[in-house]
């Protein structure tokens, strides 16, 4: 699966796809997640141009941030908020954050006018547990060791205090693969524990991105959160330092 072209909240909340079909992706899900109500139930109380991810049938594929338009015929129509190729979004797996819950369900492209995409839902709707804490997009280095003491140095592209993810140029890990971590997080610390790989996608021609879960002590716990924390009111502050500086832009030149 291709980084998303925006990255937000809900993108980040969600387990990465890697190189799972749509299909099993959705059952992959399904560990916490229960059926609930039909999708046209939730969408009639949805304000037209909410915004709702949305996953295509390739896994190379970028998700995409679509619209919401309404529904018509008992269809969902939506438009998307970048240009995609419409032969990717034929199958689609649609998510709507809704009142602190993850909501989802498949649906079938049936024509698409006027740039609106009209899709028909599958019959049930499911919703499924939010993380505890998203996953941060982040600069850092991780030092990963295996078994057979081979050391590699790669980048972080993302981090939680359950789940850390990295570039690799080796290509030289297997799901399942239990492997040690040493984590630097500029400006906040470092971290050793160990990971568990939980699944690869491809970056480039010979780049790979792999995500791996945390198996973590109790201290180790405890330093992971401190890691996020640090970096998690980093960002807040730049965000706050940012609005700070539109605000007095906007008083300028008012």
């Known amino acids: 699966m291709s980084l998303t072209k925006e990255i937000n909240n809900l993108t980040m909340i969600l387990p990465i796809r890697g190189e ?13 997640q229960s059926a609930v109500n039909v999708p046209l139930d939730l969408c009639s109380c949805l304000e037209e141009g909410y915004l709702m991810t ?31 190729d419409v032969a990717d979004y034929d199958r689609a797996l649609v998510f709507a954050e809704k009142d602190g819950v993850v909501c989802l369900f498949l649906a079938r492209l049936e024509y698409v006018a006027d740039g609106v995409f009209h899709y028909t839902p599958a019959s049930e709707l499911f919703q499924r547990k939010v993380r505890a804490h998203k996953r941060l997009p982040m600069c850092g280095h991780v030092t990963v060791r295996k078994k057979d003491a081979r050391t590699f140095a790669c980048d972080i592209v993302d981090f939680s205090p359950a789940g850390i993810s990295f570039k690799s140029r080796h290509n030289d890990f297997v799901i399942g693969e239990l492997l040690l971590l040493e984590m630097e997080i500029a400006d906040c610390g470092l971290c050793e524990t160990t990971g568990t790989i939980s699944h690869r996608e491809k970056c480039g021609l010979s780049n790979a991105i792999y ?39 906007l008083r300028w030149r008012d």
Do not use: M
Request: hydrophobic residues 35%; proline residues 4%.
């Open 211 to 249: 995500g791996a879960q945390l198996r973590l002590t109790k201290e180790q716990a405890k330093k992971v959160e401190h890691l996020y924390l640090c970096k998690e009111g980093e960002r807040i502050q730049n965000l706050s330092k940012n609005s700070a500086s539109r605000l007095h832009d």
């Open 20 to 32: 799972y079909s749509l299909s099993d992706y959705f059952a992959l899900l399904q560990a916490d």
């Open 54 to 84: 949305v996953f295509p049938e390739n896994p190379q594929g970028h998700v995409c941030a679509f619209h919401f338009r309404g529904i018509e015929s008992g269809r969902v129509l939506l438009t998307p908020k970048f240009q995609v």
